[in-house]
């Protein structure tokens, strides 16, 4: 079983919709969470970063921890077609000597 | 700043042939990172150093092995390639245990 898990998709939602990507992790010493974004063909790119329980606002994105059932999710308002692509969840542990495990990512698709 | 910088970019082998990819980074950043993505999957770590003479395997490691030279290599070598190494390689780096990962232009590699 991977360590972190993500729907793969394809999620479609109407331009001008909430996206919303979750996430699941195994380790629970898991301390550090990163949502990145990669569109085809290029390198992941950092959208959020979050190492507390609750709710991180950045512009149209906010992402969500809940430590205690081991859940990371990202909220995408008012979605632009831009933002069609693979959302990668990240889960860093320091049990496990610095390793920074990826989920297989969502692909997300932003319809006009 | 060059941030992250892999070479070469794209690179076709024999099976059977070797070869080491390299990455460097300018961010004087501690731990360094190799992935590999397959078309439609998420990033698999293959090896990892968490520090300047410190090298760990990951989810992926057999068939390859790497070397920190210094602080800002990491390289990557396939001793006797084959197909199913075809993929695109990634390299990352980030500065501590808790920070986001900054990512390279990534190396397609397919083996025939």
């Known amino acids: 079983q991977k360590e972190v898990e993500q729907n793969s998709g394809p999620l479609s939602v109407p331009e001008g919709a909430i996206a919303s990507l979750n996430c699941t992790y195994s380790?629970?010493?898991?301390?550090?969470f990163f949502w990145y974004r990669q569109y085809s063909g290029k390198s992941p790119e950092l959208i959020m970063s979050?190492?507390?329980?609750g709710d991180k606002e950045d512009g149209r994105f906010t992402a969500q921890l809940n430590k205690a059932s081991q859940y990371v999710s990202l909220l995408i308002r008012d979605s632009q077609p831009s933002d069609s692509a693979t959302y990668l969840c990240?889960?860093?542990?320091?049990?496990?000597?610095?390793?920074?495990?990826f989920g297989g990512g969502t692909r997300l698709m932003v319809k006009p | 700043n060059a941030g992250v910088t892999q070479t070469p970019k794209f690179q076709v082998l024999k099976t059977g042939q070797s070869m080491t990819l390299q990455c460097a980074q300018d961010?004087?950043?501690?731990?360094m990172y190799w992935y590999r993505q397959d078309p439609g999957m998420g990033l698999r770590l293959i090896y990892y150093?968490?520090?300047?003479?410190?090298?760990d395997k990951g989810e992926v490691p057999n068939g390859y092995n790497v070397s920190r030279l210094n602080k800002r290599e990491f390289s990557l070598r396939l001793e006797s390639a084959a197909p199913s190494q075809t993929s695109v390689y990634f390299c990352?780096?980030?500065?501590?245990?808790?920070?986001?990962?900054?990512f390279g232009q990534g190396t397609r590699l397919t083996v025939v």
């Open positions: 990352a780096s980030r500065k501590t245990v808790n920070t986001e990962a900054f």
């Open positions: 380790d629970r010493g898991s301390q550090s």
């Open positions: 979050i190492y507390s329980n």
């Open positions: 990240a889960v860093g542990s320091n049990n496990a000597g610095n390793m920074l495990t």
């Open positions: 961010m004087n950043h501690n731990s």
């Open positions: 150093s968490a520090s300047e003479g410190t090298t």
